[in-house]
Nanobody, 113 residues
Framework: VQLQASGGGLVQPGGSLGISCVASGKISKVNIMGWYRQAPGKQRESVATITSGGNTNYLDSVKGRFIISRDNTKNAVYLQMNSLKPEDTAVYYC????????WGQGTLVTVSS
C-alpha cells in the first residue's frame, strides 16, 4: 500500500488551502484515513480522521476551520483548511489504518505573511 499526498504550500494567515492523498494497493474497505501534522520541534499529532463510514474526528484547535472528507471509490482523503493560522504550519502526513498503519510522504504547509 502506498499513499501519495499532494497540495500544500505557502498561504497567508486567514487563507485557505486544500491537501489531498490517494492510497493505492490492496486496501481493506473498512479503514480509517486521516491527516497528522508535525511542526518543527514538536511531536506528530492527529489533525483529523475519517472512517470508511464517514465518521470524523478533529483536533480541538482545528474544529470549525478544517474539513476532512474522503472518496471511497478513489481511496482518497482530503483536508480543506480554512482560516489558517501561523501555528498550523507543519508537515502534514496522510495516514491509512487497517490492520496495519501506512503513511504518506508528507506535504509542507506554511502559513506566513
Amino acid at each position: 500500500v502506498q499513499l501519495q499526498a499532494s497540495g500544500g504550500g505557502l498561504v497567508q494567515p486567514g487563507g485557505s488551502l486544500g491537501i489531498s492523498c490517494v492510497a493505492s494497493g490492496k486496501i481493506s474497505k473498512v479503514n480509517i484515513m486521516g491527516w497528522y501534522r508535525q511542526a518543527p520541534g514538536k511531536q506528530r499529532e492527529s489533525v483529523a480522521t475519517i472512517t470508511s463510514g464517514g465518521n470524523t474526528n478533529y483536533l480541538d484547535s482545528v474544529k470549525g476551520r478544517f474539513i476532512i472528507s474522503r472518496d471511497n471509490t478513489k481511496n482518497a482523503v482530503y483536508l480543506q483548511m480554512n482560516s489558517l493560522k501561523p501555528e498550523d504550519t507543519a508537515v502534514y502526513y496522510c495516514n491509512l489504518e487497517t490492520r496495519n498503519t501506512y503513511w504518506g510522504q508528507g506535504t509542507l504547509v506554511t502559513v506566513s505573511s
